[in-house]
């Protein structure tokens, strides 16, 4: 158990809506970042929250948005969902930016767009 | 985009022998870490290694590094059926501490 929590497990949406994944972060920890995972790939990473403000962002449209909040827990919300949003998603949180501290992994959402 | 391709694709090996994973990236980095995700779930930490070390130990984990090829390996000794997982190894986005490019991430499975 890394204490990175999220929710839901696991969702199933249709193509257009709109949905919103939750983060808590391991305790002490102010920065979370979000990675996108389908299947038989590897993690994508989508973008970066430290201190409650953006730190970086992958190669994903604007349609993928986030928001950490005071207590460091963070939200990924996706718009106008497409068939191809359909993977896990994975949180990972640590204690600031540098590469050597440890992330910590939450289980995930898997998330299906029909 | 992928940073980093896991070569193989897959393995399976017997209890008992000995896995060995390799890595390859395309940039330059300051550090590489190796990562196991067990079932589509969330990722465990194994071990880092710096731009400036070749080797390093953890447990029965023994990880390489060789800049000048841009390559990594990851051997586990002596497996168990618990080891199998996928494996994946992360290399740092340019000018980033850690937000992470993963490899694609080889399949091991261990046969009792």
């Known amino acids: 158990e890394t204490g990175v929590t999220q929710s839901p497990t696991h969702l199933i949406k249709t193509r257009g809506q709109q949905v919103t994944l939750r983060c808590s972060s391991q305790?002490?920890?102010?920065?979370v970042s979000w990675y996108q995972q389908a299947l038989g790939q590897g993690p994508q990473f989508i973008f970066q929250?430290?201190?409650?403000?953006?730190?970086g962002r992958g190669n994903f449209p604007p349609r993928f948005s986030g928001l950490q909040f005071p207590n460091y827990s963070s939200e990924l919300n996706v718009n106008a969902l497409e068939l191809d949003d359909s993977a896990l998603y994975l949180c990972?949180?640590?204690?600031?930016?540098?590469?050597?501290?440890?992330?910590?992994f939450g289980p995930g959402t898997r998330l299906l767009v029909l | 985009s992928q940073q980093g391709e896991e070569d193989p694709q897959a393995l399976s090996i017997q209890e008992g022998e000995n896995a060995t994973m390799n890595c390859s990236y395309k940039?330059?980095?300051?550090?590489l870490q190796w990562y196991r995700q067990n079932s589509g779930r969330g990722l465990v930490h194994l071990i880092l290694?710096?731009?400036?070390?070749r080797e390093k130990h953890s447990g029965r984990l023994r990880v390489t590094l060789d800049t000048s090829k841009k390559s990594s390996s990851l051997l586990i000794t002596a497996s168990r059926a618990a080891d199998t997982a996928s494996y994946f190894c992360?290399?740092?986005?340019?000018?980033?501490?850690?937000?992470?490019?993963f490899g694609t991430g080889t399949s091991l499975t261990v046969i009792p």
């Open positions: 990972a949180s640590s204690l600031g930016l540098q590469g050597t501290e440890t992330q910590y």
């Open positions: 305790s002490g920890h102010n920065t």
């Open positions: 929250y430290y201190r409650e403000e953006e730190n």
């Open positions: 940039t330059s980095i300051n550090n």
């Open positions: 290694i710096r731009s400036n070390e």
């Open positions: 992360a290399t740092p986005r340019r000018n980033t501490g850690n937000q992470f490019y």
